[in-house]
């Protein structure tokens, strides 16, 4: 087993499940489940998760919010999120640590990068809300900020599709999916794996990233232990 220290990005939108807004708490405890069983084997942990379920700062300004106070907005979001998955992690026995990018004392801690890396040594997972604190960036670069700062050896994304196909499979019945793809080949191709900032962060920090289907039980444990076809890694 390689990856010693992961981060795992989830997406807000995952966190609905099969309603239309919020949190399904069955599917929240899946997660739940699946981050409990990686931490019992000595994988340490960190987390960032989105917001679109409960406010995404892009669509705000369509509905005439100022596009700033909008990404604000979506950074709070995140907060919960990552409060709700921090209380169901607890809830397993599973210690945690929630570090927000914007203060919020009374909720969390403020994000110090070697209080950080020290919760991860001594095994609790944290979870990293409200983005970036910085507007006009999401959470695919606050996920790679964060994972270059703490040393992680490799980001996971957990999405709804088993990895990276050459189009979109939900669309295209024929899509091919990559086991293996470079980060040159993913930008030549004009595929869709992250934001640009985010998946060139990744790049010139050598960072590499496991595409995978978080909603399939058990698939967070086979791609920590880097079992054959699941998922898609990016690499040099």
Excluded: W
């Excluded at 095994?123 to 910085?134: K, Y």
């Amino acid at each position: 087993m390689s990856y010693k220290r992961i981060l795992l990005k989830l997406s807000g939108e995952a966190l609905m499940g099969d309603k239309q807004f919020g949190i399904d708490h069955d599917r929240l405890n899946q997660y739940a489940n699946e981050i409990k069983d990686v931490v019992r084997d000595g994988i340490e942990v960190a987390i960032v998760i989105g917001g679109g379920n409960i406010f995404r700062g892009i669509q705000a300004e369509n509905g005439g919010i100022d596009r700033v106070q909008g990404d604000y907005m979506g950074m709070l979001a995140t907060v919960i999120n990552s409060l709700a998955l921090q209380s169901a992690l607890e809830e397993l026995g599973v210690f945690t640590r929630l570090q927000t990018a914007i203060k919020m004392e009374q909720i969390a801690e403020p994000y110090i990068k070697r209080k950080a890396v020290r919760h991860l040594e001594k095994g609790r997972v944290v979870i990293f809300g409200a983005g970036t604190g910085n507007p006009y960036f999401t959470t695919d670069t606050a996920a790679s900020l964060r994972a270059i700062e703490v040393g992680a050896d490799v980001i996971l994304k957990g999405t709804r599709v088993d990895g990276i196909y050459d189009s979109d499979p939900e669309k295209n019945k024929n899509a091919v999916k990559y086991d293996k793809i470079s980060f040159t080949e993913v930008y030549e191709k004009g595929l869709n794996v992250m934001d640009l900032t985010a998946f060139t962060l990744c790049n010139e920090n050598n960072l590499p990233i496991v595409v995978f289907d978080m909603n399939k039980p058990g698939n967070l444990k086979r791609v920590v232990n880097e079992e054959a076809n699941v998922g898609t890694l990016v690499e040099f």
